[in-house]
């Protein structure tokens, strides 16, 4: 395939190019030596919000790109083409004002050997310089044309890519589900596209409700990640009033209880290490991340309000925020964000430091008469984080019921939930929180726990489809083959 260097026109729902303008061949042919890139450059303050939601590259500003072309033609023709490039500029601005059907309009570079990138346009300029024998009055049927386009800090395929995988929220053990990405392209966090999310199986209780979902970064590896700490498995610093027992409805058959029987004050009532979880020697390295902590946990006595508070660190230094509970239902509740280790220097052989990391919980009875019980803590990844809320799909064998997340060429995200097969109804009670919401450059582990209104079920199963774009800090070759 020969060069490729030009503008062009893409609706929203459809990649491929509707209208292009090439800039290389005919009618317009780029002068040589004219094309100069102000590269993505640090910026310690990033507060651009057409670049949409907590984005990847919130360290980078825009890109400049400056060059000049070149036509000769009749007057006429000159003037239409003169009129297309002033209408390019107008719907640039446009589809960065949020016009209705505004379309997209990229910059396009490829050359043989590798694939073809784009980067969205922001907003650009004209100017018609004088040159010696050419006038911008275009008297010798030739002008020029210099360009100034803004544009997305990061170039990205103009080809998408397609991974699905189905994941059980909480697994029993002694597996624990995961879906692993590899294989991904780019110097960037790939943008995804679009996530849809529907169920393999009919949840036990009402619709799903709320889930949470995690890309863990490769880091120095996830084969030998556990995202759930089963409670029982930890070691109990409150003898007198906490126990594990035996349990049919907890993930394990098996959960921690604390009575409160001789103290009901919030004082710790067990922990777990990650040296519990991870038993082998070494596999601490694959637990390297951030994290939200979430509990599986209930309360036996309709009418008993408990708090609960999760420290961690290596001797409960890290006090995170108290939460109140009161249901009889297994529920899962977000106890507060973890760092493992919570203090590193890259480089360093931080093993020991992974392995006594500890989550303690702290618990009080304020109301009521019942006990606490708590089933496990489950790890879901924050460095690539997604919380979506007011979600009513339940199972379709035909995978109509549906939540759709997407995210724009312009790093915008909003969500849609699909209700029906004919028509379509929308769910636009859908609420999504996101954070840095794309696929690591380097793959990683992908954690998917969820529940309905009712309850938290652990046989529930989950399918995510993605659709992502590569993309590049820089315009550079792939390897070759």
Not at 49 to 73: K, W
Not at 243 to 272: P, W
Not at 321 to 334: A, G, N, P, V
Request: charged share 20%.
């Amino acid at each position: 395939m020969a060069h490729r260097f030009r503008l062009a026109k893409c609706e929203s729902t459809n990649v491929v190019p509707t209208e292009t303008i090439d800039l290389i061949t005919s009618p317009w042919k780029l002068i040589d030596r004219s094309w100069s890139t102000e590269t993505c450059k640090p910026s310690v303050k990033y507060d651009r919000t057409s670049f949409g939601h907590q984005p990847s590259f919130q360290y980078y500003d825009y890109v400049i790109e400056s060059f000049s072309v070149i036509a000769t033609d009749t007057v006429p023709n000159l003037l239409y083409e003169l009129k297309r490039l002033e209408d390019v500029l107008d719907e640039v601005r446009q589809y960065h004002d949020l016009k209705p059907a505004a379309a997209q309009w990229w910059l396009e570079w490829h050359v043989d050997g590798e694939e073809e990138r784009r980067a969205l346009l922001y907003t650009g300029q004209m100017e018609y310089p004088s040159l010696v024998g050419i006038s911008p009055m275009i008297e010798c049927l030739t002008i020029v044309v210099k360009f100034t386009l803004v544009r997305h800090p990061l170039w990205e395929n103009d080809v998408s890519t397609s991974i699905s995988d189905t994941i059980q929220g909480v697994q029993l053990l002694p597996a624990f589900d995961k879906w692993v990405i590899t294989n991904i392209e780019g110097t960037a966090p790939a943008r995804i596209a679009n996530l849809e999310v529907y169920l393999d199986t009919s949840l036990i209780g009402t619709p799903l409700h709320e889930y949470w979902i995690g890309i863990r970064p490769y880091h120095n590896g996830v084969a030998n990640f556990d995202g759930e700490w089963q409670c029982e498995n930890g070691t109990i610093d409150d003898v007198a009033d906490t126990s594990a027992i035996i349990d049919g409805t907890a993930s394990n058959s098996a959960k921690q209880q604390t009575d409160f029987a001789t103290d009901a004050s919030l004082i710790k009532r067990f922990h777990i290490q990650t040296q519990d979880v991870a038993t082998t020697a070494g596999n601490e390295q694959d637990y390297v991340g951030r994290y939200l902590v979430l509990v599986r946990a209930k309360t036996t006595v309709a009418g008993t309000t408990v708090g609960i508070q999760l420290r961690s660190g290596y001797s409960d230094q890290i006090i995170h925020e108290e939460i109140y509970m009161s249901s009889t239902s297994w529920f899962l509740y977000e106890l507060g964000e973890i760092e493992l280790p919570p203090a590193s220097q890259s480089g360093m052989n931080y093993g020991n430091w992974i392995r006594s990391f500890m989550l303690s919980m702290y618990a009080e009875r304020l109301a009521g008469t019942g006990s606490l019980d708590c089933d496990l803590f489950i790890l879901i990844p924050s460095e690539h984080f997604l919380h979506v809320s007011g979600s009513v799909i339940d199972y379709d064998a035909l995978h109509t019921m549906r939540d759709v997340i997407y995210t724009s060429a312009n790093d915008t995200m909003f969500a849609i939930g699909y209700t029906r097969a004919t028509p379509d109804a929308v769910n636009d009670a859908l609420s999504i929180i996101p954070l840095v919401w794309y696929i690591p450059q380097e793959g990683g582990a992908v954690v998917m726990a969820g529940q309905s209104q009712t309850q938290h079920n652990h046989a529930d199963s989950y399918h995510l489809a993605m659709t992502y774009y590569p993309r590049w800090l820089s315009y550079r070759y792939d390897e070759q083959t």
